[in-house]
């Protein structure tokens, strides 16, 4: 049995995998949460630090960086009857506790679940008043180390009822032990706040509804004036919503904290693990291009879901000496949430009549904007775009006149225009195609003496006909 645990434990330790677990994963393993001391000078559950079975960690159900190591050995305790004794693992794979320091094979080990824990081996002797949050092995002796040599930190068990002012028994061998009265005790560090952002949700495991609400009503107004030009007009909303959260349990995390989350691009401070309500404010500018004497009515609307989503997010822990720790957390989101805002703009019309007014179009930017010229085959364009066009229709540069502007335009000429085509396709298509046409058209003059002539054919066949058929009666009568 000593040999499988050592063979288990050497092949963990040799090949380790990030795993992440999650809350589903934590109510399936046999772990118990571990006891730190508070300001009060009484034990209070730890958030993050749990005692698991060995055979959670040779199964690789639980890796092997989560464990609370000491160099090699890692912090473990024994059961005996209704006491947990202190110990540490050696190289055999074994728990070494205890009483009679007997090595163990039946054990539990120190991790870290979450990977959301914070702790340090802080110094400690005799002379100094117990750390608040030292972990405890049981309601009598907490977490301890010092070192046998220079380099060699050994695991121990501190009392602070044991000899003068408390020591740190460590367990060498099976029959060997050694206390110290100075050396380090494993300290859990909280956290004062948590932030959460980064907020990532998984859309395609959403249980969520979307409805419309009217967040207000816009009336953008412009005075009279002489001036028939377009001009731009813009007013505030000034809109509030009820929104929710609630981030659900997440592994590791203390209920209660300070907390302030991001969540589509709108920040809200809450108490950790607790739901939240209240209203979201904000203001939304409208603005249009209005003529005088000419007003317009626009409706603000909101998209608002609801539901439980799952998420993945970045939980930073914020502590007291400004150092933070940053972690990537998942779980489920239960919200009621502004996600989108648009607007619903009605036509302009005239205050005073109630007439739709003009509306106003963009031009593309994309676009050029055409005016009339003294030659039709001339567009009015910008920069070196017209230089091209007047080279390549002229030879040379040359100076577009603009006609005033007119309700009737002029008429374009009757002339025939250049064929476009012919810079793409060889000069042969427009020769076959000028010789089909004029060879459709016939003058007026060829067209009447063609008829003349088939008027002429016509009558010389029907003379002949009758002059047969009375030469034929006449011989059948003398017959």
């Known amino acids: 049995m000593v040999n499988y645990f050592f063979a288990g434990l050497i092949a963990i330790l040799l090949v380790s995998k990030s795993i992440s677990l999650n809350h589903k994963d934590w109510l399936t393993l046999r772990t118990e949460r571990a006891y730190k001391l508070s300001s009060f000078k009484q034990l209070v559950t730890s958030s993050t630090l749990s005692w698991a079975r060995v055979e959670d960690i040779i199964s690789g159900k639980i890796p092997t960086e989560r464990l609370v190591l000491v160099g090699s050995s890692a912090v473990c305790r024994v059961r005996d009857g209704n006491r947990q004794r202190a110990g540490r693992t050696d190289l055999s794979g074994s728990c070494l506790a205890g009483p009679g320091w007997y090595k163990h094979t039946e054990y539990q080990v120190l991790v870290d679940l979450s990977a ?60 060997r032990t050694k206390m110290s009265v100075q050396g380090s005790a494993l300290v859990e560090i909280d956290p004062t706040n948590y932030k959460i952002d980064g907020v990532e949700l998984l859309k395609a495991r959403e249980r969520t509804t979307e409805t419309e609400v009217t967040l207000g009503k816009v009336v953008l107004s412009r005075p009279d004036s002489e001036a028939d030009t377009w001009e731009y007009v813009e007013d505030d909303l000034e809109y509030s919503v009820e929104v929710e959260q609630a981030w659900g349990h997440i ?34 500018r409208v603005g249009a291009n209005l003529l005088p004497a000419t007003q317009i009515e626009t409706f603000v609307k909101g998209i608002i879901k ?98 005033p502007a007119t309700l009737y335009p002029p008429t374009e000429s009757t002339t025939r225009k250049p064929n476009p085509l012919r810079r793409f396709y060889p000069e042969e298509d427009d020769i076959s195609e000028r010789d089909a046409v004029q060879a459709a058209k016939f003058s007026d003059k060829e067209s009447q003496a063609n008829r003349s002539e088939y008027i002429r054919s016509e009558h010389f066949y029907v003379f002949l006909f009758f002059h047969i058929s009375f030469i034929l009666n006449l011989n059948l009568k003398i017959l």
């Open 306 to 403: 609801s539901g439980e989503t799952s998420f993945t997010a970045n939980l930073t822990q914020f502590y007291d000496d400004g150092k933070r720790i940053q972690r990537r957390v998942k779980g489920t989101l239960s919200h009621r949430s502004l996600v989108q805002i648009r607007e619903d703009r009605g036509r302009p019309y005239y205050r005073e009549s109630g007439l739709p007014a003009p509306e106003f179009h963009q031009p593309s930017p994309t676009t050029t904007t055409s005016v009339l010229v003294s030659d039709p085959r001339h567009v009015a364009a910008s920069g070196k775009d017209r230089l091209h066009a007047d080279l390549e229709n002229t030879g040379e540069p040359g100076q577009l006149t603009v006609q």
């Open 116 to 175: 959301l824990s914070r702790f340090e081996w802080m110094y400690w002797d005799m002379y100094t008043l117990p750390q608040i949050g030292t972990v405890a092995y049981n309601s009598h002796s907490y977490v301890g180390s010092f070192e046998m040599e220079p380099g060699n930190q050994i695991i121990g068990e501190l009392d602070f009822s044991r000899g003068l002012n408390g020591n740190i028994k460590a367990y060498i061998s099976e029959n």
């Open 251 to 284: 592994p590791g995390t203390i209920k209660g904290l300070p907390s302030e989350s991001v969540l589509f691009n709108h920040s809200v401070e809450f108490s950790w693990g607790i739901p939240w309500s209240g209203i979201q404010s904000g203001s939304w």
